[in-house]
C-alpha cells in the first residue's frame, strides 16, 4: 500500500486578498463601496477621543494658515493676538479646569495646521489647558502644529466630517483674517445658524478693517441676497479682550459649567 500523497501547498490562500480579515484589509477599506464605513469612522474616532478627554465644549478658531510670528504687515500682530485669545480663552472658560465631574468648557479647537491655528494652540498650552487640532490631509501634506494636545489631534479625509466636529461642540467661533478655508469655515457656520440648522452662537470676526474689506456684507443686503438681521449673527473684534467679551455678552459662560443642570453632550 503506497503512501498518500500530502495536500498540495495552501499559500495561494492563504495570501489571496479574500482571506484576509476585512478589518485588517486596507484594499477593501478603501475601496469606493466601502466611503460611508469611512465616513463613520471618522466622526466615530475623534468622538469617543473628546468624550473620553471630558471636553464637553469648544472655541473655535479660524484662520489663515500663511500667518507668521514673524511675518510681514499685520500678519505678526494677527499671529500674537490670536496666541493672546487663546490664553485668554483658555484660563477663563474653563478649559484650563475641569468642573468636579471632570468636564471642560470652551476648550479651543483649530484646524490643527500653522499661523492662526498654531497660534490659538499654542496660547491654550500656555495657559496649561488642553486644546484641539482638527487637521486635514491635503495633497501637499499638511502637519499638525507642535502646540495642540497630542491626544487630540486628529487627522480628517473628509472635509464634511470635520467641519460637522468643529461645529458640534462650539459655544462660539473667533474668525481671524484668512483666505479661501477660512472663508469656506465661515460662511458654512454662517449658513447653519442662518438657516436655523445650528442654534445661534456668537461669531466674532477679528480685525474689522481686513473684514469689510474683503468681503462686503452690505451689498449682499443691498441686493436682497440676505435680510438686514443676518449682519447681526456676527461682531467684529479689535483685540483679544474685545474678542473675549463680546464672546461673554453673546452667552459664552465663565469657568465650567458645574452644577447648572447641563448634561455631557
Known sequence: MT???PPPSNAAQLASPAYRLAALD?????GDSLRGVRFLLEYE?????????????????????????DGPGKHAAWYAAAREFGRIAS??????????DGWRDNVIATGGGGGV????????????????????????????????TPELTFQFHYF????MHFAMRANALVIFPGGFGTFDELFELLTLTQTGKAPIIPIVL???????????????????MIDARDLTL?????????AWKKLVAGGVREGNRAGDGDLAP
Do not use: C
Not at 464637553?56 to 500667518?67: C, D, L, M, N
Not at 496649561?128 to 501637499?140: C, K, M, Q
Not at 474683503?214 to 443691498?222: E, H, K, P, S, T
Open 3 to 5: 503512501d498518500p500523497k
Open 26 to 30: 486596507q484594499d477593501f477599506l478603501l
Open 45 to 69: 474616532k475623534a468622538e469617543q477621543a473628546l468624550r473620553a478627554a471630558r471636553v464637553r465644549s469648544t472655541i473655535v478658531v479660524f484662520g489663515s494658515a500663511r500667518i507668521r510670528e
Open 91 to 100: 484660563q477663563r472658560g474653563g478649559a484650563q479646569d475641569a468642573d468636579h
Open 117 to 148: 491655528m498654531e497660534a490659538a494652540n499654542r496660547g491654550a498650552a500656555e495657559a496649561g489647558a488642553p486644546s484641539i487640532g482638527f487637521n486635514i490631509r491635503l495633497p501637499f501634506e499638511q502637519e499638525p502644529n507642535s502646540y495642540s
Open 160 to 163: 464634511g466630517m470635520r467641519k
Open 206 to 224: 477679528f480685525d474689522e478693517e481686513y473684514w469689510r474689506g474683503a468681503v462686503n456684507f452690505q451689498q449682499l443686503v443691498d441686493h436682497g
Open 234 to 242: 456676527f461682531q467684529y473684534a479689535s483685540d483679544p479682550e474685545d
